[in-house]
């Protein structure tokens, strides 16, 4: 993984002083409230329903042994002993005293690790597949391309002030594991006929009040311009997007409304940029540079290709074991890039337990499986879970079971019970409804892995609110929280897609019905379930089986299981 230089590392410690100076000033009065809400939200610190919030950012979701193990310390004596993995793969306390904050921020600097633009009108975290620079199916390893993006957004002054938020992912796969075309920019690692390396650009996607999948604004852009073409993008937007409503702020609504122009207008600014800008072309990628970054992602020295001698399994291991451990290999193992190496995703989905919530123990034990097993290194996924990226075969079975002792080798990945959820309005300030609870109850529900084996793979996303933080449009089976006179009442969507395998064309699911009521929703989940169980053809998946059948067997079946709802329904609507 990337390797801080000295000049990287002093800039996270002296931006770290500056925030203390800040709240420090803050605390004393003499730095009002209004003035240091944008210094504080530029740094990752919100201040939420119960208390602040802090997000951590975590570039293109990789992380070492020894920065998880900090956000453990973090974790146990700063907040209430625990974490959330986010679905941009960013890292999120909800319980840290805003005067303890910038110690938080000290101990982030140590590790390399800080807030910089996780909130705010800017550029925030650049995301990833989660087996960036290891997947099987990679074309080309989009990590250092991720670490100069991240370089170059970070405090870029012209970008600090956008009429809204602005997201940018980076695939370099066959298999959209991204959701690039649900970014503000999507960006796809590609080879011309020549061979050549280059991006195919996409714009204008985004979730919330309008879901819109991004649109393709150039099909190859040579990767040594590749910052030039954003910059003309992020100008465009910068200079047309509306900053009168923020509810059509976003750059999706600016390349719906001008189509074509926005395009032309793009590509005019790029071409400007070259030829009139004063030292426009220093914002060519060298190559020198890129060799640079390129060095810090090298596998470590003790990945080595081999034949693997088996998976680790004694001869002598129960039948039980072996059932077990054969459908965790199923589920969670993948593929890898390095022949006698494995992919590792470890579930932290689990009854009792919010979707994405990792204990400090649990990151402590993470920690150790990554020293132990994968090099010391570990990424945060989009389906918020976590994943070793360099484990031996032979250690698979040793490895299944360290993290069966710490909780977290549910065979579940990719499963219903492996679900999305925002922390919803137990936390979140912005939010209408409660996540939590119904990501619960339906993990309790579906608790035999009999059942969801037969099931099989479903993409299920909770939101609390329009803001989609948990991803509701992209699911397969989305759920999202609204208000309706102070109650909390839940829209079902089906059909929805975040452009992976499961689904590889992105699309927003639709809404099955007026709003349900919170008591009803894993009713209808079931219902819902049990539709597709009985109209789904051999071998056909859930996503599969609603294209097919269309939505109006299982609106009905959602509609028969109305209760508090049945009578007014169309009320709720």
């Not at 705010?120 to 199916?137: F, K, L, P, Q």
């Not at 009792?352 to 204990?359: I, S």
């Not at 490895?399 to 549910?410: F, H, I, N």
């Not at 939505?551 to 609507?573: E, I, M, Y």
Request: with cysteine; hydrophobic share 40%; net charge negative.
């Amino acid at each position: 993984m990337y390797q801080y230089t000295e000049f990287d590392k002093q800039f996270v410690r002296q931006r770290a002083a500056q925030f203390r100076d800040q709240l420090e000033r803050n605390l004393a009065g003499k730095l009002g409230d209004d003035e240091f809400r944008p210094l504080r939200l530029q740094n990752g610190w919100y201040v939420q329903r119960h208390a602040p919030m802090l997000r951590v950012a975590v570039p293109y979701g990789e992380l070492s042994s020894t920065q998880l193990r900090q956000l453990a310390r973090i974790a146990r004596e700063f907040d209430r002993g625990y974490a959330h993995f986010t679905t941009r793969q960013n890292v999120q306390y909800n319980w840290i005293p805003l005067s303890r904050s910038a110690d938080v921020m000290d101990l982030l600097a140590e590790v390399n690790m800080h807030g910089i633009q996780t909130s705010g009108n800017c550029i925030r975290n650049i995301t990833a597949d989660a087996m960036v620079g290891v997947a099987e199916d990679e074309i080309i390893d989009a990590r250092p391309y991720c670490e100069v993006l991240r370089q170059w957004s970070t405090l870029h002054p012209e970008f600090a002030f956008l009429p809204r938020k602005f997201k940018i992912a980076v695939s370099g796969a066959k298999e959209d594991r991204a959701a690039i075309y649900w970014h503000d920019i999507g960006l796809q690692l590609v080879k011309n006929d020549a061979g050549e390396v280059g991006f195919k650009v996409i714009v204008g996607g985004g979730m919330g009040r309008t879901p819109i999948t991004g649109s393709v604004i150039n099909s190859f852009v040579p990767w040594q311009q590749i910052l030039v073409y954003i910059e003309a993008i992020v100008r465009v937007y910068n200079r047309y997007g509306r900053r009168d409503n923020m509810y059509k702020a976003r750059i999706k609504i600016l390349v719906k409304a001008e189509g074509q122009k926005f395009f032309d207008q793009v590509n005019a600014e790029f071409e400007a940029i070259l030829s009139r800008d004063l030292d426009g072309a220093a914002h060519l990628i060298p190559q020198a540079e890129f060799d640079r970054v390129n060095a810090g992602f090298v596998y470590p020295a003790s990945v080595q290709a081999h034949t693997p001698a088996g998976n680790g399994l004694p001869s002598d291991a129960s039948e039980q074991d072996k059932t077990q451990f054969g459908k965790w290999l199923e589920r969670n193992v993948r593929g890898h890039k390095v022949q006698g190496y494995k992919n590792v995703h470890l579930s932290v989905k689990r009854v009792g337990q919010a979707p994405g919530d990792v204990t400090d123990q649990q990151m402590d034990a993470i920690a150790d499986m990554a020293d132990r097993f994968s090099c010391g290194e570990l990424r945060v996924t989009h389906d918020q879970n976590a994943l070793l990226p360099f484990v031996r075969e032979e250690d698979l079975f040793a490895l299944w079971q360290a993290a069966k002792a710490a909780t977290l080798a549910s065979a579940n990945i990719g499963l219903l019970s492996d679900m999305i959820a925002c922390p919803g309005g137990d936390f979140c300030a912005l939010a209408n409804a409660r996540s939590i609870p119904i990501a619960n109850e339906l993990i309790e529900r579906y608790q035999s892995l009999d059942e969801l084996y037969d099931i099989g793979e479903i993409d299920l996303h909770i939101s609390g609110c329009i803001n989609s933080c948990g991803h509701h449009h992209t699911g397969h089976i989305g759920i999202l929280g609204v208000d309706k006179d102070g109650t909390e009442w839940y829209q079902v969507t089906l059909g929805g897609s975040d452009g992976s395998d499961h689904a590889p064309t992105s699309a927003a699911g639709k809404v099955i019905g007026p709003s349900f009521a919170a008591d009803e929703v894993s009713d209808v989940i079931e219902a819902v379930i049990e539709t597709y169980k009985d109209q789904r053809a051999a071998n056909e998946k859930f996503i599969d089986t609603v294209q097919r059948i269309g939505l109006d067997p299982f609106k009905a079946a959602a509609n028969a299981v109305r209760r508090s709802t049945a009578k007014d329904s169309a009320k709720a609507a």
